[in-house]
């Protein structure tokens, strides 16, 4: 930012000075004209002798520098977040050297955004806090002065792989190949920005001396929305300026194009549209139902979302900055906005959670469970809406049985924005990776204002088994229920099954970031019921089937009913959403009855050999229970618990075995779990004894018939295979990668080249976690 004092000085311009401001040009005493202003919040014309203008036109251009290169700054943080992240999505694409370069280009745009926000709080910290009628930023629209000075200082834009230098401000897609570090001088636009104590008492003013008022100009309709009526905001302009007070000297000879500097900020405040901002950065344009407002936060909002940044306010035609990590509905002249913004970032962290602990309690290899992030749809207005665009963020405060609200919040010099990781359960140093940008600071002029709505909003996981590892919404942002006290006492996660609907309580710090206090609630909807079972298998197989604490016991029951009564009843995972876990423990007792039927067990092995769903997201306790009931070929007497031969088992059921462990072990771990499940509700056993059990039903000869063949190849019997099936096996997962048929090709590809994908790892080469 330029030096105030350098700045400010009146010099004529043989003895004018260079200004130390880089980029800049030299500031020298011109031969200026007076200026006229007109104050929407108050409806007062202001007029600025010649005397005084060149101060204000330095304050004006200093504010204005100051947020387009903020905006700027912002802009290259994303562009180079994003060319990180496409490198990571290609390493075998990497040309030598193309990764390091990403990462420096990042962490030079994230420094340079970080002295530019220190300015920006340097700025700001002059001004008073919002509403408490101290010093603050006074919103003018110019009628007439000095022609915008430096005009040709104007930001680039990085498009089609080059930079262009001339061109209007777009600040939605800008960015160069290379960070650029300078101060970005734009042409002023339609809205002005100066300090309220550098408005001085004696200059000349005029508000309703006349017959027309200025509640006449803006008056709100019976729906209480406030409208600029453009004929009577023109008459009341010229009769301001017919006014006493503008026949000085100063003032005589000014020419005012009313119509021309009115004109156009009326009809687009009228114009019922605004911004619609996608994830991708697509901009189109929509109905808005708002009206216009004048108060100290509206005004901030519309300083710091850009809109004095363009020669034309054109809202509704996308030359307006907005910039969240998500998608955005922008209304200026309400000072609005409805967004998704994404906690802790855009691209998430990583949930891990120890592998190993030692007697100290500390972990000795973290285990990536793949990364998360929280969607939160806020719907913003004046102050609040500026935090958030000043700061890519905002606070979320919590408390218990309440939605979230929001906070305004600020940017702090030492926070991390490249912290990627965060630990789900509590332990000794976690704490430390749960830095977020922005999430842990105050900025005085926004401390303690809240937003007049909730959040809403989802947990969003990354998928690996999209295109792009896309983000999906896996559970929603629900009011706290019964049910769930205690449950994540010992940890910052907990996932229950309470009320037919599995509920997750977390500590807000995970979700959004150090900062963030006392904890939300989630629920799982019947619409997300299929992506929860993705998430709770791409857990277990990422911890590589370990218990994982931060799930609930119930939860973990019904995790694993659910597929299995999908499979075995040939029905959807939907068709058992909302049920108690009494009324599925009663319907696995009835499964268990109807399954003693040969051809109910015939029905299950087709179902099973002909490929279902569900068997790729099975845990280890479901796949335990169908393999249970497929080797029930015997009556049981339960009172001598003596097994008595009564009929040959269908070669189909020992296909339909094979099958489950053979194409839907996903580790050694999974399969050794698989065996040791083997049991009627999934409960663990003993492993020897239900090997044991497996291979006398594969060897088991019928009396008067020969020994049961058909399934193993050439002599090799259920001992060799299983030894074979061992050696084959994952020791451990591939993270990030699908689960494929531990039979198929491609499973044998992820094993042999025993790599995480970058995107769903901490610690491996080119970890974008890391």
Known sequence: ?????????????????????????????????????????????????????????????????????????????????????????????????????????????????????????????????????????????????????????????????????ERKITWGKGAKSTVSREWIRPRKGPMVYVASDKLKPDWPTFKDAGQLKWTDVVPKDGNGRRRIRHDKLIAYTEQALKSPKFKAKDFVNLSVDVKGALGGWATAWNTDTANKFSGEGKLAAGRVTGDMEFDAGAQFMRYLYGGSLDATFEPFKGNVSFRAEGHAEVALAEAKASASVYFPRKEGWMWTMPSVLTEKGASAKDIDLGAVRFMAEVTVKGAVGASIAAELNIGVETKVGQLPA????????????????????????????????????????????????????????????????????????????????????????????????????????????LGAEGKLSFEVSGKLLLSFVKWFFYQLYHANFKRLSFIGESAFKVASYLPFLAIAQGEKILDNFGISELILD?????????????????????????????????????????????????????????????????????????????????????????????????????????????????????????????????????????????????????????????????????????????????????????
Not at 423 to 430: E, L, M, N
Not at 483 to 492: I, Y
Not at 610 to 633: Q, V
Not at 686 to 700: A, M, P, T, V, W
Request: charge should be neutral; glycine fraction near 8%.
């Open 1 to 165: 930012m330029p030096d105030d004092t350098a700045a400010t000085r009146q010099q004529p311009i043989k003895e004018g000075v260079t200004n130390p401001t880089r980029g800049s040009k030299v500031q020298a005493q011109a031969e200026y004209a007076p200026m006229l202003f007109l104050r929407p919040m108050t409806g007062e014309i202001i007029g600025v002798p010649t005397p005084d203008v060149a101060t204000v036109n330095t304050e004006i251009g200093e504010w204005n520098m100051l947020m387009a290169t903020l905006h700027y700054a912002r802009a290259q943080v994303q562009f180079f977040e994003e060319e990180l992240r496409n490198q990571v999505l290609t390493p075998d694409l990497l040309t030598p050297g193309a990764l390091d370069t990403a990462q420096k280009n990042f962490k030079l745009a994230f420094e340079w955004h970080k002295e530019v926000m220190d300015k920006c709080q340097f700025k700001m910290k002059s001004l008073a806090r919002l509403g408490s009628g101290g010093k603050e930023l006074v919103e003018l629209i110019p009628l007439s002065g000095a022609p915008a000075r430096n005009a040709e200082n104007k930001p680039g834009e990085y498009k089609d792989g080059k930079y262009k230098k």
């Open 406 to 513: 929001v906070l305004g919040i600020g940017t702090s010099k030492d926070a991390d924005r490249l912290t990627k990781t965060v630990s789900v359960v509590d332990t000794p140093g976690s704490e430390t990776k749960m830095r977020v940008w922005g999430a842990d600071a105050k900025l005085d002029a926004f401390v303690g204002l809240k937003a007049d709505g909730e959040i809403k909003g989802a947990m969003e996981w990354r998928n690996p088994e999209t295109e792009k590892k896309k983000f999906e919404a896996f559970a929603t942002v629900a009011p706290t229920v019964g049910g769930m006290a205690g449950a994540g006492a010992t940890g910052k996660l907990a996932v229950q099954y309470v009320g037919g609907v599995f509920r997750f309580e977390a500590h807000a710090a995970i979700c959004i970031g």
């Open 586 to 770: 009663r319907k696995i007792r009835e499964i268990d009855k109807k399954l003693a039927a040969p051809m109910a067990r015939k029905e299950l092995a087709d179902r099973v050999l002909a490929g279902s769903d569900f068997l790729r997201y099975a845990p280890p306790e479901t796949k335990g229970m169908l393999i249970y009931h497929l080797c029930r070929c015997e009556s049981i007497d339960q009172g001598m618990n003596v097994i008595v031969p009564s009929d040959d088992p269908s070669i189909m059921q020992r296909a339909a075995i094979k099958n489950i462990i053979e194409s839907w072990s996903h580790t050694r771990a999974d399969c050794e779990n698989v065996i040791q499940h083997i049991s009627p509700t999934g409960q663990k056993g003993s492993q020897s004894e239900n090997i044991g059990r497996l291979r006398d039903f594969y060897n088991k000869k019928i009396p008067g018939k020969r020994k049961l063949s058909g399934v193993f190849e050439g002599t090799e019997d259920f001992d060799a295979w299983h030894e074979r099936l061992i050696a084959i096996l994952k020791e451990e997962p591939t993270r990030g990668f699908p689960v494929v048929q531990s039979n198929s090709m491609q499973y044998a590809m992820q094993r042999d080249d025993r790599r995480d994908h970058p995107l769903f790892s901490s610690e491996s080469d080119g970890a974008y976690y890391a």
